[in-house]
């Protein structure tokens, strides 16, 4: 089954303590980005990936980082989490750039 | 800055009827402008889309209209039902960009 698939599905954890959220895509897709969604803000944009060893920062990069090292994964990187990055997450991946996105089930990240 | 801006913020639509959400954006070089769908607990699944050299596209009972003049386009939901019940986010990118989401529309359809 074509799928983008992301772990942890919840996590709760504390300023300070760096996490990975990890992206895994099975479609040979080029393109994967992340994105956040906070209530009345929409989806953000965080970082992207054109390719592998190819990332740029997308509308709300701070606190957050990213590698493409393969082309099916694309992890995000909190260094050192603080409260304001508590939000729901979530990876998509596109054949072709940006046109259709194929978005994962979401990542619910709590950061006390 | 480009914007895409999405009204109304939630909606409630009786079995039946007709939903319309409505997106406005500014940057007239955007030529790509998707609909996506998302129910609760899923990522967002793309439901429909339309570039600016049609006025329409309709896919059963859901259609966008689309006016270039105005820089607005709409997505209407025939027939709603309350399956249909979901946040929906419209979008808007030019060859090139990222998509650029709109805020959301929480669809309620009562039955």
């Known amino acids: 089954e074509a799928q983008v698939t992301q772990n942890p599905r919840y996590l709760i954890t504390v300023t300070g303590k760096k996490l990975t959220v990890t992206c895994s895509q099975n479609m040979n897709h080029e393109y994967m980005s992340w994105y956040r969604q906070d209530p009345g803000l929409g989806l953000r944009q965080i970082y992207y990936s054109m390719n592998v060893e190819v990332t740029d920062k997308g509308d709300v990069p701070e606190g957050y980082k990213v590698s493409r090292k393969e082309k099916r994964n694309f992890p995000l990187i909190l260094e050192s989490p603080s409260p304001n990055q508590t939000s729901l997450y979530f990876c998509?991946?596109?054949?072709f750039g940006h046109g259709e996105l194929f978005f994962g089930e979401g990542s619910r990240l709590t950061v006390l | 800055q480009q914007q895409v801006k999405q009204s109304p913020q939630s909606l409630i639509v009786q079995k039946g009827g007709i939903s319309i959400i409505n997106c406005a954006y500014e940057n007239t070089a955007f030529d790509y402008f998707p609909w996506y769908q998302q129910f609760p607990g899923k990522g967002p699944a793309l439901l429909i889309a339309i570039r600016p050299d049609v006025s329409e596209k309709k896919e059963g009972r859901f259609t966008i209209s689309f006016n270039k003049s105005a820089k607005q386009f709409s997505l209407h939901i025939m027939d709603s039902q309350p399956g249909d019940s979901a946040t929906y986010f419209c979008a808007a990118s030019r060859a090139g960009t990222a998509l650029i989401f709109g805020k959301g529309t929480t669809l309620s359809v009562s039955s």
């Open positions: 998509a991946s596109s054949p």
